[in-house]
């Protein structure tokens, strides 16, 4: 039996020690130019596998988790935000119909929802909860004892087809048992408001952004409450959040054909790094699907996602949808820099010109994915500022060189900058992650570095004297202008062509434990790139196996350009108006 299904098979102990000692011992015995196929055929990316698979028609399956075994129900698609109101709209509907009293309160939990219920109702309660659970393929987890417990968890556990991915307990309803005493009613734990209310307050009506941000988006529903409890906590982020992603198909036959000519145009490419034009700067994995997917799956709070591209548009996505703008290099460059281009130092400079873009947005790179659900004030503070993670990697302190590499001749050029403006030395780089950014900010650094920013959106390949505005720039700049603050977020930094990287993955899809992480092709061989596409085909699919809300059915043939002369992406911006949030009330007694 091959090694690979012996250790699908192992439990994840012993996957993971004998993973270990393969990283270790096996791959340095094998020839450089081997390893990475080695790894990516020994490291088992997907769930355990099983001696006898369920068929392939069955409802639910039987799934294990980092903490526990479970049954699952299967599903082609889903979603942690809506599995989440799923679980609470079950419960709750159920304990409207047994006529037991409720009203929701705000969890502790990201993910997690929560509801009180009188004390005094224990036991209808357990009945209802648990004829309702048994029903279908759900869970009633009784914290404590059955005769003194006042908190419960209920859920309906799902997965993918595959059993990949499950969204379980951690998007449970808790019923909180609430005990009236003195006129009051308190409930068995703290939460982010108050642990007690008056026990003959009248209820009222609150939408889901009430509850906190980890929510669906869309119409709202409204849930029965009390008057405290719609009172949102100065800790918590109040203001919408956009994301922008920037993308480019390097197979397409036009584009290419543009980027030839460029480079016949700028002839000092050829005695430049060989990282300003290589093929791994533009090579497409189907990447940003998959993290179009984990912004999806993790982000829901995000408003709307701009994608930025040299007027080309993947087959898979789907432009009907009111959240989703295509926008063209003209339509930032404008009069400005110099296109085409295919400098992606040159385009960061002009994402705050993307109209209807909010002030506060994430910055991506299609190689950059969350790994779990995430909160919106982990990147912006409740007040407004952006959040930045500084890396442990130090920008070099020799000054730059003919031989530098394209980013670190831009980290020493923001470092001048810096030290020009404030007086201060910028020693570490920035985490391949999210950045956090604010129009704002950067519109008054093109002004105040004017020359630096213009020169560098007039560079058609990355060129030695650019800078870094989105990746380092801007959060030095608005740290030490009172507008930004250090943050925290687990990650995980990861090249292609590193064969520790199959393990890495391995590990990363076992555990799920991480915020971010980053997939990135800095300079491969050519004949790494099969791996690599191979390794990527096997574990984003498997990481993140449902589509998001921005993938079409059906694709379409090929990479669909954008007409040059129409400019149908300008039509959609200039009529988009800033979505409201509907309201749709749920039918409460």
Not at 169 to 196: F, H, I, K, M, Q
Not at 353 to 367: K, M, Q, S, T, V
Not at 424 to 450: C, D, G, N, Q, Y
Not at 452 to 472: C, K, M, N, W, Y
Request: aromatic residues 8%; proline residues 10%.
């Amino acid at each position: 039996m091959h090694l690979r299904r012996i250790l699908g098979l192992a439990p994840w102990p012993v996957r993971r020690r004998v993973m270990r000692q393969l990283e270790l011992r096996l791959l340095p015995r094998v020839p450089a130019d081997r390893r990475l196929r080695t790894a990516r055929r020994l490291a088992p990316l997907g769930p355990r596998r099983r001696l006898l698979p369920p068929p392939a028609d069955a409802p639910a399956m039987r799934v294990r988790t980092a903490a526990a075994r479970l049954t699952a129900r299967r599903s082609p698609w889903s979603d942690p935000a809506s599995v989440r109101r799923e679980n609470l709209d079950r419960v709750v509907a159920a304990l409207e119909t047994a006529g037991i009293d409720w009203f929701r309160v705000p969890a502790d939990s990201l993910t997690r929802t929560a509801v009180a219920v009188p004390e005094d109702d224990r036991e209808r309660v357990l009945e209802v909860l648990a004829a309702l659970t048994a029903a279908e393929v759900g869970r009633l987890e009784i914290v404590g004892r059955r005769a003194t417990t006042r908190l419960l968890r209920v859920s309906w556990p799902v997965t993918d087809t595959g059993g990949h991915i499950v969204y379980g307990t951690e998007y449970a309803c808790e019923v909180e048992l609430w005990r009236a005493a003195d006129g009051r009613l308190t409930g068995p734990r703290p939460n982010p408001v108050a642990s007690s209310v008056p026990a003959g307050e009248p209820g009222t009506l609150a939408p889901e952004p009430v509850f906190g941000s980890f929510g669906v988006p869309g119409p709202l529903p409204r849930y029965r409450t009390r008057e405290i409890f719609t009172m949102v906590s100065p800790d918590r982020v109040a203001f919408p959040i956009d994301a922008v992603y920037t993308w480019v198909d390097g197979e397409d036959p036009g584009w290419y054909e543009r980027k030839a000519r460029a480079l016949r145009d700028n002839g000092w490419v050829a005695g430049s790094s060989g990282q300003t034009a290589n093929r791994s700067r533009f090579v497409s994995r189907d990447e940003l699907r998959y993290s179009l997917r984990s912004l999806h799956a993790f982000a829901p709070w995000i408003r709307h996602v701009f994608l930025v591209t040299d007027d080309q548009v993947p087959a898979w996505l789907d432009l009907d949808r009111a959240d989703l703008t295509v926008v063209s290099h003209r339509e930032i460059f404008g009069d400005t820099g110099r296109l085409p281009t295919f400098n992606s130092q040159a385009i960061e400079s002009r994402l705050h010109r993307i109209p209807g873009l909010a002030e506060h947005f994430l910055y991506l790179n299609d190689d950059v994915f969350l790994g779990r659900p995430v909160p919106p004030e982990m990147f912006f503070t409740p007040g407004g500022l952006t959040r930045f993670f500084p890396s442990t990697a130090r920008v070099d302190s020799a000054p730059r060189r003919p031989g530098d590499t394209p980013a670190n001749s831009a980290g020493k050029n923001n470092r001048d900058l810096i030290r020009d403006a404030f007086g201060r030395v910028l020693t570490r780089k920035m985490k391949h992650t999210p950045h956090p950014s604010r129009r704002s900010v950067l519109a008054e650094i093109e002004l105040r570095f004017a020359d630096e920013v213009a020169a560098t959106a007039g560079h058609q390949f990355r060129h030695p004297e650019d800078i870094a505005l989105l990746s380092s720039l801007q959060q030095y700049y608005a740290y030490l202008t009172g507008r930004a603050a250090p943050g925290e977020i687990e990650y995980l930094y990861t090249d292609l062509a590193d064969p520790a990287t199959p393990f890495r993955l391995a590990r990363l899809l076992h555990n799920r434990n991480l915020d971010a992480f980053c997939l990135n092709d800095t300079d491969s061989a050519d004949d790494l790139a099969p791996e690599q596409a191979a390794l990527l085909a096997e574990f984003l699919p498997a990481y993140l196996p449902f589509p998001s809300r921005w993938e079409l059915a059906e694709p379409r043939p090929g990479t669909m350009p954008l007409s040059p002369v129409a400019a149908p992406v300008i039509g959609r911006q200039a009529t988009r108006a800033p979505r409201p949030a509907p309201l749709t009330e749920r039918p409460l007694a």
